[in-house]
């Protein structure tokens, strides 16, 4: 990626390229929330050394040649194979799933779950996960460093959405929690806490309200609830979102889920 120009990225990821950015000129370069990894370099300059990048939630890691130039580069909450100071600041591997493979999900054991900017709440993941959730469930939640939010608990479906279909929709948390699902016609995004956000029954920014939030029910996880679909016309283009909450039976463990939409069809 060329950058000629001042620039911000959020939640994108640059990985198995020949050289992740080259920063050209007098420029302001802000990545939030991204990763660089497994290229053939990550942040390159251009002859004008006067370029001025700043990394916040971000990590770069494993880049074939040099990550950076550590006096144009500032980085805070930041995971950097090059170390570099500045708050919050770590120097280990990132504990992605399978980078040779292309999955760069954050392992159940990685160090950057819950290591993020604490200021950062807010937004989605691009897996859908609330941006601030309690990965570890120490019943403290915080934003990860990089692209992925770690998230214990996950709402996913099956089936087609489809006028008289069937879907049936699965809260998977760890083994011996309590499992709950819950429906909206609206979409939200409200911090709860320590337990992440609620992504749906809004019916204005940050307003939630409970009373447009349909409890599907709750059982221990993984739990699953099958809906039939109508087969009624009026249907048709109806948006249904989802959300899933896990509680461990034992300790403070809790967490919302990853926000899912279906369409009618």
Do not use: M
Request: glycine content about 12%.
């Amino acid at each position: 990626h060329k950058v000629g120009a001042d620039f911000f990225g959020s939640f994108t990821r640059v990985s198995d390229c020949g050289s992740a950015f080259d920063v050209e000129g007098h420029n302001w370069v802000l990545l939030s929330s991204c990763v660089v990894t497994r290229n053939g370099a990550g942040i390159a300059f251009g002859p004008q050394q006067d370029a001025s990048v700043l990394l916040h939630n971000s990590i770069v890691w494993d880049n074939a040649g040099q990550d950076f130039d550590p006096p144009d580069v500032e980085a805070r909450y930041s995971d950097l194979s090059q170390a570099l100071p500045g708050v919050g600041n770590l120097s280990v591997d990132p504990g992605f799933v399978a980078p040779a493979s292309g999955d760069y999900h954050l392992r159940s054991d990685s160090a950057l779950i819950d290591a993020g900017d604490p200021a950062t709440v807010g937004g989605l993941d691009p897996d859908g996960d609330p941006r601030r959730t309690d990965g570890d469930w120490n019943a403290d939640a915080r934003a990860d460093i990089g692209i992925d939010e770690f998230n214990r608990v996950r709402i996913a479906a099956s089936g087609a959405a489809v006028l008289g279909g069937t879907v049936a929709l699965t809260v998977t948390a760890p083994a011996g929690s309590a499992a709950v699902g819950f429906l909206s016609l609206h979409t939200a995004d409200v911090s709860l806490g320590a337990l992440g956000s609620v992504l749906i029954g809004a019916l204005g920014p940050a307003l939630f309200d409970p009373e447009s939030v349909l409890v599907l029910g709750s059982g221990a996880a993984p739990w699953t609830f099958v809906a039939a679909v109508p087969n009624d016309p009026l249907l048709l283009g109806l948006q249904a979102h989802f959300q899933g909450f896990g509680k461990a039976a034992t300790f403070a463990g809790a967490s919302l889920s990853n926000r899912l939409t279906l369409v009618v069809h």
